[in-house]
C-alpha cells in the first residue's frame, strides 16, 4: 500500500531501493505517529472535519495501536512503505472509511517532522537522566577520594600534584556543559512543525496552537517553510549535542584505560568488566572502556554525517533526508549504552592511595617548592632557578604534601556548586510539562 499510488505500479527495484530501509527505520518512530495523529484528529474535529463520533471511534483505535506498538506486537507489513501508511492501514480495516480521513490537512513530510521530533524530545530526556546519574557517581567519587594525590601530567610528563577528587570532579563538570548543550538542541527539538503540510501549509483551517498544546510543545514552527527547512538542521544540532557528551566520555575511557595499565597502576577495573586473551594467561584487558572510547569517536562523527547529506539542499523536501534517520535513530542507543557502562564502572572502580610512594613522583612537588620559597620573599624567579639547579644536582627534597586552598583547587574542589549548576540545567529542560501533555493524550 502507497498512500500516493495511482494507476501506475512503481517498477520493484525502484520501489526497494527508495524505500530503502525505512520500514526498519521507522519502528523507531511508531508510537510518536500514532500520538502525532491522535493530536491531529482532535484538532480535525475542532475544525469541523471530523465529527465528534469519528474521532471518539479513530482515538481508541490508535490507543488500541499505541498499546500493540509499546507490548512489541506492531510491524509494518511487506509491502507497506512506512509507518504513516500501517498505521492508517489499519485504521481503514477497523473503521473502514473512517480511517482514511485522518490525514485531511497534513502531508507525509509534516508528518515525519512531528515523529521525529516527539521521538527526538523523548530520547533527549533519557540520554539527560543517564548523565546525571554518571554525574552524581562522579561527584560522589571526587568527594570520596578528594584527599588521594595522584600526578597530574602535561605532555604525558609528569608535572604537578592532582587528586582523584580533580579527577573525577572534573569530568563531572564537563558533563554540565555537555547538558547545557543538550538542553539547547532539546529547546530547539521541541517546537511542533504539525500543520506545516508538504512545507506549504493547507487551505484547511487548522489550529496549530491546539496541537502545539496536545503534543506539549512550547511553540510552533510558525513559518511553515521553515519547519520542512528545520529537517536535517534539527538532527544535525542533536547530534552536535551527543557528540558533546560522547567526547566527554571517550576521553574518560582513554584515561581509565591508561590509568589501569600496569605501568600507570593508579586504578584498577572490576575483574568482571575486564575481559582476557586467548594465549596470554594474565591479560585482564579494558575492552568495555576501548569499545566505549571507539563508539564515542563515532558518534562524535554523526553531525559530520547528517551535515554531508543534507548539505547544500535548497527549500523545500528531498528523499535524500531519508538517509539521515539511519544514522541518527539509532545513535540514540549507542551512547546510552556507553553511558550506562561508564557509570556502572565509575561507580565500582578501584583507585590506589600510595601512588606517590613511589619515588620516581617527587618531582611533581618542584612546583610546591618554589612557591614556598616566593612565599617566605624570595622573587619567583630566583626561587624557580633555585629548584632547578637543585634537582640537576639530585638534592631535591619535598615531603609529598600540598596545601591548595582556592577555588577549584585539590583543596577546595567546589562540588557542591558544580552539583548547583547541574540541579539548574536539569530543571531548566522542564520534562514535567512534556510528559503532563503526553499524559493527557493517552489517557483511557
Sequence with gaps: MKLWEKSTEVNKEIEQFTVGKDREMDLYLAKYDVMGSMAHITMLESIGLLTKTELE????????????IEEGNFVIEDGIEDVHSQVELLLTRRLGDIGKKIHSGRSRNDQVLVDLKLFTRARIKEIAEAVEDLFHVLINQSNKYKDV?????????????????????????????????????????????????????????LNRTMTTELLGFDSMNYNVVYAQMG????ERNVAFALASIAGTISKLAYDACLYNSQNFGFVKLPDECTTGSSIMPHKKNPDVFELTRAKCNKIQSLPQQIMMIANNLPSGYFRDLQIIKEVFLPAFDELMECIQMTTYIMQEIKVNEHILNDEKYLLIFSVEEVNRLAREGVPFRDAYKQVGLDIEAGNFSHNKKVNHTHEGSIGNLCNEEIELLMQKVVDDFNFERVEQAEKRLLKD
Excluded at 471511534?57 to 500493540?68: A, D, G, M, P, Q
Excluded at 554540565?176 to 506549504?200: H, I, T
Excluded at 529537517?231 to 534539527?234: D, Y
Design 57 to 68: 471511534l479513530l482515538l481508541v483505535e490508535l490507543k488500541n495501536i499505541y498499546k500493540e
Design 149 to 205: 594525590l595522584l600526578p597530574g601530567y602535561t605532555h604525558l610528563q609528569i608535572a604537578m600534584p592532582s587528586s582523584f577528587g580533580l579527577w573525577f570532579g572534573a569530568y563531572a563538570e564537563g558533563l554540565v556543559d555537555d547538558m547545557l548543550f543538550l538542553q539547547a538542541a532539546y529547546k530547539m527539538c521541541n517546537r511542533n512543525p504539525l500543520g506545516s503540510a508538504a512545507g506549504y501549509g493547507s487551505s484547511f483551517p
Design 231 to 234: 529537517r536535517g538542521k534539527m
